[in-house]
């Protein structure tokens, strides 16, 4: 079993088997994204409770075989980004964990009734673009920054190729003027509603992501306004969400002084 770091929702460094890396070095990487929808008078219990299971798993045969990283956020619940090889890597890891003892199994079976304090789950699958994506050799994803700023761009069908001729161009401007903070855009391949791009951006709170904002205005001064809005001419809607990546509720837990390269 090899433990590798895949470079990133959005890289995320997680447990994966050595096939699944060799393929994922082949291609672009996919995560499956879990979201957990809770009630807000649950949200203590529902924290304890997956604390309990984290430790519990820990330990076990499956330990190795699986891995996660959790985000949360108002808007996005408990988003929980796991690697995956394919289509097919989704029903691995669920198979990997239903091998675990089965109290352990059912925290993450999606088990719904009025005991339990997950109101819904949605599930989808994203893939990293690269060509969309904005990292240079010379700027870096700061994996000590935990905030993630999310634009879940819903483009018009059709519109895909104009939309992502559009990003190429912000990331050639970001390059021109030297911009040194990267952006990561994601597609998604699985979900309701398609197409839908992700655009994700991380800083180390609310306030920092503001002021860095404004250094990156500074450079590019009104040109990246202008590519931003021609995105949105081909975008039906635009949802955006805030998450703070949360260590200890992902699998294996993290440092919250040395996070990962998850960007989802």
Same mark, same amino acid.
Not at 8 to 31: I, K
Not at 76 to 88: E, H, K, R, T
């Given at each position: 079993?090899?433990?590798?770091?895949?470079?990133?929702?959005?890289?995320?460094?997680?447990?994966?088997?050595?096939?699944?890396?060799?393929? *994922? =070095?082949?291609?672009?990487?996919?995560?499956?994204?879990? *979201?957990?929808? /809770?009630?807000?008078?649950?949200?203590?219990?529902?924290?304890?409770?997956?604390?309990?299971?984290?430790?519990?798993?820990?330990?076990?045969?499956?330990?190795?075989?699986?891995?996660? /990283?959790?985000?949360?956020? @108002?808007?996005?619940?408990?988003?929980? /980004?796991?690697?995956?090889?394919?289509?097919?890597?989704?029903?691995? %890891?669920?198979?990997?964990?239903?091998?675990?003892?089965? +109290?352990?199994?059912? &925290?993450?079976?999606?088990?719904?009734?009025?005991?339990?304090?997950?109101?819904? /789950?949605?599930? !989808?699958?994203?893939?990293?673009? @690269?060509?969309?994506?904005?990292?240079?050799?010379?700027?870096?994803?700061?994996?000590?920054?935990?905030?993630?700023?999310?634009?879940?761009?819903?483009?018009?069908?059709?519109?895909? &190729?104009?939309?992502?001729?559009?990003? *190429?161009?912000?990331?050639?401007?970001?390059?021109?003027?030297?911009?040194?903070?990267? !952006?990561?855009?994601?597609? !998604?391949?699985?979900?309701?509603?398609?197409?839908? %791009?992700?655009?994700?951006?991380?800083?180390?709170?609310?306030? +920092?992501?503001?002021?860095?904002?404004?250094?990156?205005?500074?450079?590019?001064?009104?040109?990246?306004? =202008?590519? %931003?809005?021609?995105?949105?001419?081909?975008?039906?809607?635009?949802?955006?969400?805030?998450?703070?990546?949360?260590?200890?509720?992902? %699998?294996?837990?993290?440092?919250?002084?040395?996070?990962?390269?998850?960007? @989802?």
């Amino acid at each position: 079993m090899k433990r590798s770091i895949i470079g990133v929702l959005v890289a995320a460094t997680l447990y994966v088997p050595a096939g699944d890396a060799a393929a *994922q =070095a082949t291609s672009s990487p996919m995560y499956m994204v879990r *979201q957990e929808f /809770v009630r807000p008078s649950d949200l203590a219990r529902y924290e304890a409770e997956t604390a309990r299971w984290i430790n519990a798993l820990q330990g076990t045969r499956v330990a190795n075989d699986v891995g996660w /990283v959790a985000v949360y956020g @108002p808007e996005l619940g408990y988003s929980y /980004v796991v690697p995956i090889d394919g289509f097919a890597g989704i029903d691995r %890891f669920r198979a990997h964990l239903s091998t675990s003892r089965s +109290d352990l199994g059912a &925290r993450w079976s999606g088990q719904i009734g009025e005991a339990q304090p997950i109101q819904s /789950v949605t599930t !989808f699958v994203i893939t990293l673009r @690269p060509d969309l994506s904005y990292l240079p050799r010379t700027v870096a994803l700061d994996p000590t920054l935990p905030f993630r700023k999310y634009h879940w761009y819903h483009v018009m069908p059709g519109m895909e &190729r104009a939309f992502e001729d559009a990003a *190429q161009r912000l990331v050639s401007l970001y390059a021109e003027h030297g911009v040194e903070h990267g !952006f990561l855009f994601y597609e !998604f391949g699985l979900g309701e509603d398609l197409p839908i %791009f992700l655009l994700v951006e991380r800083a180390e709170d609310a306030a +920092d992501y503001t002021a860095q904002s404004r250094r990156i205005l500074d450079k590019v001064g009104t040109d990246a306004d =202008a590519l %931003f809005g021609e995105m949105l001419r081909f975008t039906r809607h635009l949802n955006l969400m805030e998450g703070m990546v949360r260590g200890e509720l992902s %699998f294996p837990p993290l440092d919250p002084a040395a996070q990962t390269d998850l960007d @989802p």
